[in-house]
């Protein structure tokens, strides 16, 4: 490794960091993290936190499972890359598809498609979708449906779909025929309504509103987190998604659930659609699936998608892929992270991690006026929303959310800076203790807004 003032000096002279401003990484050089053990992080200055983000909602084994280690080196030994483009494949692969259809059979997910990110995952679904109604007879259902405040990545697909203005506004124009519904987000909502249940059927009257207004016939897909992450970890009533899927079931539209982040346990189940009880057409997925060791992502699809290409003519060919696409070394951190996942049972250790997190910051609430709102209660997921005042509900400036994550870092936990909101999704390895010190160091945070 280079030294310390090479790195400190050269980190923002040639490297642009996303979703961030280039002159700001120059002005404001930022933490170099160079080693990791368990759930904790070292930096640059010798510096040792709890990693309370999990690297980007990712590294749910923590970051010392060894089992994912060498099945990565050993693969990179056996066949470190062949393309599985049509007519080659690899075990590993074939291997790796077996044991994530398996992961999510109860969710009806019957194929899967790698995948080199959660970006890919959401594109393959949005075309998978067109191209499924094509293939069916009805080539004007091209539209797509999403909620505001959703992530679904950066390719133009997934922006387009995505729903905070901040993702989008510097690329446009982004694909057409994107229609956006309101968030099922009970503190701030155009209707003014808190009762979760009851916003959750207003938003289900928009969508009606919006489907007859645009026609049923020029809609594909309806696509959603089952818990918002991005947008500030935003927990949909329980029948939000269950009234989506009748919707979508009554105006022949496929339901796509993006668990880039919700799936493989970070909510306290292996699926996010599970806990409401909903079964998609089609589920994206990225993250957990290889725990962040290495890029890989996949779009899986339901029996009645994968009828519609099997027993299509030609039309039926996938022309979506990528040079990664079950990639070898990929695909054996996918096997070797999903047994370590369920030998370890994390959606259990996820689930009362969880309610530990989440209880801790609501009493953190209680003591600190600027937390506003606490959102979570579903695994490793948890928000606090900041306020300069309580009763109007007035968001913090971004500077303040910088201040608190400072000083929470410097007493020991690195949260996630997302203005107005603080977000953590720490490795779903972590222990009680660690979350203790995480609610620990957040209230040091806190005091120094
Ligand atoms: N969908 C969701 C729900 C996500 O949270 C993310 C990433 N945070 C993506 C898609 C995009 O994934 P990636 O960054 O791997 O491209």
Known sequence: MK??????????????????????????????ITSAEGVRITDIDGHQTIDAVGGLWCVNLGYSNATVKDAITDQLARLPYYSAFAGTSNP???????????FFAEDGMARVFFTSGGSDSVDVALRLARQYHRLRGEPTRTKFLSLKKG????HFGGASVNGNPRFRHAYEPLLPGCVHLPAPYPYRNPFDETDPAA????????????????????????IMEPILGAGGVIVPDPSFMRLMRDICDRHGILLISDEVITGFGRTGDWSGARHWGVQP??????????????????????????EAFEGADADGSIFSGYTYSAHPVGAAAVVATLEETLRQDLRTNAAARGTQLYEGCLRLKDKHDIVGDVRGGHGLMTALE?????????????????????????????????????????????????????LSALDTGLSAA
């Open 199 to 222: 916003l959750a059927q207003r938003i289900a009257a928009v969508a009606e509103d919006e489907i007859a207004f645009q026609g049923a016939d020029t809609i594909a897909a309806f």
């Open 151 to 154: 992530y679904h990545g950066t």
């Open 386 to 438: 900041l306020v300069s005042d309580r009763d109007a509900k007035t968001a913090v400036d971004a500077e303040t959310v910088k201040r608190v994550h400072q000083a929470a870092y410097e007493a020991g936990a690195m949260v996630r800076m997302g203005p107005p909101n603080l977000l953590m999704s720490p490795p779903l390895t972590i222990s009680e203790a660690e979350i203790d010190a995480v």
């Open 92 to 102: 590993t692969a074939i291997e790796a598809s077996q044991m994530v259809r398996e």
């Open 3 to 32: 030294d310390e003032n090479f790195l400190k000096e050269n980190n923002a002279r040639h490297l642009w960091h996303p979703m961030g401003h280039p002159g700001e990484a120059q002005a404001n050089p930022p933490k170099v």
């Open 281 to 306: 057409d089609m589920m994206t997925l990225a993250k957990g699936i290889t725990s962040g060791y290495f890029p890989v992502g996949g779009t899986m699809v339901n029996d009645k998608v994968a």
